[in-house]
């Protein structure tokens, strides 16, 4: 069986074993839809959200998803996969948890089944997937702000064209965004102290870490990293506020993003 035929059997089984009621048929058929549009010529980035009832932690819930554009890919990523999983948090609640770069709420609801009564703030500055994450947080205890985080405060570009999960600030976007510094976030955020960082910004983080006053206030940080910068990157700016710094797939997280950990 070839890597992605098992991809997909992977794929459609988790998504038969998550479903509920109706949407055990409509979820799987959708999840090869995504896939068809992969992989044929001429299909659209974007459609409708989805309304999926999914059982991701104790009881079902409602998921929204687009079919094609990319909400499935990242769904799977990170509910199949484990990309952001914490296992060495396993149990703890009632964490106060920045989702920067939250895109349709994916990783925040993830990170709600698996710390149960934790306090949310993200960022988004899509307008389309902020009306999915609006949708897909409904029930959580989450504040969003329309924005995009980097470096500095004020309204720059934004690539909108982009895959659903891709867009990022870029000069000659197509869309023209709030730009909000991790000292803005926290501020909004209103949170003493934020447990956990989440970072997925497209490249906007070679910009994001440059106010050690913001960071003395964060515990842990997890973040995709983008071409132009590195782990050495991360390091150089995390390591002199206390941060230790750990490459994907290292104890104790095994997963496949950056960890660092305020020491």
């Known amino acids: 069986m070839s890597s992605r035929l098992r991809r997909y059997v992977e794929e459609f089984a988790f998504a038969v074993r998550s479903a509920e009621g109706f949407s055990k048929v409509r979820f799987p058929i959708d999840t090869l839809a995504f896939h068809d549009s992969q992989i044929l010529p001429g299909k659209t980035r974007s459609s409708r959200p989805v309304r999926h009832r999914l059982r991701l932690g104790s009881a079902p819930s409602d998921v929204w998803l687009r079919t094609v554009g990319g909400d499935l890919f990242v769904f799977y990523e990170v509910f199949l996969d484990g990309e952001y999983a914490l296992p060495d948090w396993k149990g703890r609640t009632g964490l106060r948890i920045v989702d920067l770069g939250a895109n349709v709420g994916v990783t925040s609801l993830y990170y709600h089944h698996a710390f149960p009564s934790s306090e949310f703030f993200c960022v988004e500055p899509h307008p389309a997937n902020l009306q999915v994450l609006e949708k897909n947080l409904k029930d959580v205890r989450a504040r969003i702000l329309r924005g995009a985080a980097g470096g500095t405060r004020g309204r ?36 003493p102290e934020v447990d956990l960082l989440k970072v997925d910004i497209e490249g906007a983080e070679k910009d994001l870490f440059k106010d050690a006053g913001a960071l003395q206030r964060v515990k842990r940080i997890v973040i995709e990293l983008h071409e132009g910068y590195t782990h050495d990157h991360l390091r150089g700016d995390l390591e002199p506020h206390g941060f230790r710094v750990y490459p994907p797939l290292t104890a104790p997280f095994a997963n496949r993003m950056t960890v660092a950990v305020r020491v």
């Open 156 to 191: 720059m570009n934004f690539d909108g064209d982009a895959a659903a999960w891709g867009g990022s600030l870029k000069d000659g976007g197509t869309l023209q965004v709030e730009v909000y510094s991790l000292a803005n976030v926290l501020e909004a955020a209103g949170f």
